[in-house]
């Protein structure tokens, strides 16, 4: 299956400063990626689904100018969260799908942001 | 909108023991149903996966049942061991979808103690 690395696996940034996640594919072009963002105790929700070469599709309630995602080659994908806040302190997730007839989604390691 | 209920965690068993992690699921048509595991450190695998109703997935001595009559996908394995131990993931994707997306349940924390 698909190799995807996620980085930084662990961030602490303070409140107002921008932080910036790659996912990348490594031994696979992935015309779409989705990010994930999970809180303590809750589901993974989907944020927004990543298309090489256009905008991404966010879900409803996420706000797109806060959480800017970027797909500007096949192999990589990055979640900037800006001006960030304690409230935004969760494990961001991506994940890539799989090719032709394998529609098996493949994750990364998960990266964990702590604002302070 | 879709969604899946699997039962809270922590789950702390000894080795060799039965496991069960109950899931259930709501959707409209017919999803696909998949069980995902992460391992300390380590994206989420796919454990195992059921397309269609009565279809057994299996992995790693680990099954799960679709059960359409109940909305059910239940993780069983006869024997637990320590490496075992990690975070199991019920989740759903609308096969009707174009780009598969998945919906997941919050989790679930299994430890096993030697």
């Known amino acids: 299956g698909a190799v995807v690395s996620q980085h930084p696996s662990r961030v602490i940034c303070k409140s107002g400063t921008s932080v910036k996640i790659e996912c990348r594919s490594l031994d696979f072009q992935a015309t779409t990626m989705f990010w994930y963002r999970q809180f303590p105790k809750q589901s993974l929700m989907l944020m927004a689904t990543s298309n090489e070469g256009s905008k991404a599709t966010y879900e409803q309630g996420v706000e797109k100018d806060k959480f800017l995602i970027n797909h500007a080659s096949l192999t990589l994908s990055t979640l900037t969260v800006t001006s960030a806040h304690p409230e935004d302190s969760s494990f961001y997730i991506c994940?890539?799908?799989?090719?032709?007839?394998?529609?098996?989604?493949?994750f990364g390691q998960g990266t964990r942001l702590t604002v302070v | 909108g879709d969604s899946v209920t699997q039962m809270e965690g922590p789950v702390t068993l000894s080795e060799e023991a039965f496991l069960t992690i109950n899931c259930t699921y709501t959707?409209?048509?017919?999803?696909?149903l998949f069980w995902y595991v992460q391992y300390p450190g380590e994206g989420l695998q796919l454990l195992l996966k059921?397309?269609?109703?009565?279809d057994k997935g299996s992995n790693k001595g680990f099954e799960a049942t679709y059960r359409k009559e109940t909305t059910s996908f239940h993780l069983e394995k006869g024997s637990v061991q320590v490496s075992d131990s990690a975070v199991y993931f019920c989740a759903l994707s609308d096969r009707g979808g174009a780009t598969n997306k998945l919906i997941f349940g919050t989790g679930t924390l299994l430890a096993v103690q030697p």
């Open positions: 994940s890539v799908l799989g090719g032709g007839k394998n529609t098996e989604a493949f």
């Open positions: 959707a409209t048509g017919y999803p696909s």
């Open positions: 059921a397309t269609k109703a009565d």
